[in-house]
C-alpha cells in the first residue's frame, strides 16, 4: 500500500467535506441545490489571487476577506434573483444557479484566461515537509486537512449547539411560526445563503496553492460533490464532513489499487448506496 | 413544419440544418421527460453522446448502413436510459437530477477511458455511407432528406406518445403524483418507460448527429451538453411541442454564428437561463401561446 496517495485522498476529501457542507447549510434553508457552488468556490481562489496580486494582501488576508467579500456576493444574489423562486417548483432554484455558475465561470474565463494562475503557498506553510513516520507530508496539505476539519467541526457546533443554530433548524421545519416568534426569517435565510457561499469561498482559497487557479476549477469538482451529497444524504451536516473525508480516502486508495477506477469509484458508490437505501447513508427518507 | 422542412435547405446551409435538427430531436426526447413527467433529468448527455460514439463506431469499424448504426446508438441509449432510470427513480425532485447528472458523469469517464472512443480525441472523420447500402449520403442534401426524415419521425413519435393514453397518465403523475398512486397506477414503472423512451430517442439524436458531423467527441458526453438541452429546452417551452425545437434552433444558431465571441457565448447562455427562471417561465413558444391563447 503507498501511504502518500491515501493521505493525499484525505486533502481531497476536506475539499468535498467543506463544499458539500455549504450545500448542506444552503440546501437546508433554502431548499435550493446551489449549483453556483462550484464557481463560487473558484472565486473564492480567484480573489485571493487577486487580493494578492492587486493589493498585496497575503494569504493570511485573503483567508478572511476572501469569504467575507464572495459571502457579500452571495447576498446580492440571494436578494436580486433566489429570493424570487421560494414559491416555486425547487428544480428553478437548481435551473437558475446554473444559469449564474455559466455567467460566472465565462466572465473568469474572459477576464483570465482558460490556463491556470500560480498562488504559492504562505512561508510558514512551504519548507519542509512533515514526517508523519509513514510518510513525508507537505505542510500545506496538512493544514488543509487540519483547517478544514475545525471548518466542518465549528460549522456543526454551531448549528447544532447554539441559540442562532436552533433557530436555523426550526426555521427549516416551520418558518412561518418561527418568524411569528419575531425573528426575521428572510434575512436568516439571506445570511445562511451567504455563510454557505463564503464556506465554499474558503475552500477556494485553500484549494488555491494546491490547484492551479483556474476559471474551470469549481465546475468538475462539484459534480463530484454532488454525488457525495447523495451518498451522504442531504440534510445531516455530520453526514457531508464524514461522507466527505470517508469517499475522498475511498478514491485515495482506488487510486493505488486501480488507478483507472479512480475518477468514477464514487459514482459507482453512489449506484450502489442507491440501492440499498435510496435517502442515502445519513437521510431521512 | 414539414413545409419549413422543405424550404429550409433552399436558405440555409444544410448543414447547419441538419446539426440543428439533430439538437431539436434530442431536446424533444428531453422535452418528453421534464415537460411531461416533470422529471429534470441533468445527465441527457450520457444517452446522447452514447448514441453519437457507438453510431460512428459502428459505421467506421464495424461498416454498418447509417440507418442500423443510427438504431443501434439508439438501443444502447435506451439501455443505458433502463439501468440509470431504474436507480435513479428512487428519488424524485433534485435528488433525481443530481443523480442522472452524477450517473451521467461515470458514462464521461468511462468514455474518457475506454479504448474505442479513442479518448481526447473522439472519433474523426466517421463516413456517412450509403443509407439502406443502396443510396450515396455523401451529398448534403441527400443527408439533409434522411435527417430531416429522421427527425420528423422522432418528432412524431413524441406527439404521438404524448397524446395517447399513456401520455395522459404522465401529465397526471406530473400533476399529482400521489393521486396517480392512489389510482391504482405503478406510477414508477410509468416513469421508467418514459425515461427509456426519452433516453433512446435522445441515442438516435447522437448518432444522427455522429453521421451529419462526422465525428464524435467527448464534448457529446460532457455535462455541459446535458446542460445545454436544458436549456433549448427551457427557452422554447417545457412541455410545448414545438418548444424544444424553437429553443434547439436559437442555441445551435447562437453557438455557429457567435462562435467567435468565445466565453461570451457560454454568459449569454447564462444569462438566458437566469432570465427564462425569473422573466418568462414558459418558454418563447410557452408565452406565445399564452398570448394566443392555443396550446402550441
Redesign the interface.
Known sequence: MSAPQIVLGLVNGAFYALLSLGLAVIFGMLNV?NFAHGAQFMMGAFVAWMLLNWAGIPYWGALVLSPLIVGAFGVVLERA?IS??YK?D???G???T??????????F??GFGSSGLPYAPPEALSGMPVDLGFMMLPKYRLWVVVAAFVVCIATWLVIEKTRLGAYLRAATENAPLVQAFGVNVPRMVTLTYAAGVALAALAGVLAAPIYSVNPGMGSNFI??V??V??IGG?GSILGSVITGFGLGLVEGVTKVVYP?AS??VI??I??IV??AR??GLFGRA | MIGALIACPFFLYPQFLMKLLCFALFACAFNLLIGYVGLLSFGHAAYFGMGSYIAAHAVKVWGLTPELSILLGGAVGAVLGLVFGWIAIRRAGIYFAMITLALAQMVYFFCLQAPFTHGEDGIQSVPRGMLFGVIDLRADMTLYWFVAALFLAGFLLVQRVIRSPFGQLLTAIRENEARATSLGYRVDDYKLVAFVLSAGIAGVAGGAKAITVGIATLTDVHWSMSGEVVLMTLLGGLGTLFGPVVGAGIVVSMQTYLAPFGAWVTIIQGVIFVLCVLAFRAGIVGELGRLLRVKL
Do not use: D, Q, S
Request: proline letters at 2%; hydrophobic letters at 70%; glycine letters at 4%.
Open positions: 441545490i434573483m424570487r423562486l416555486l425547487h428544480l428553478y437548481l435551473l437558475l446554473f444559469g449564474l455558475a455559466l455567467i460566472i465561470e465565462g466572465l474565463r474572459n459534480i463530484t454532488f454525488a451529497v447523495v442531504m483507472e475518477a468514477t459514482f459507482v453512489m449506484a442507491l440501492l435510496p435517502a
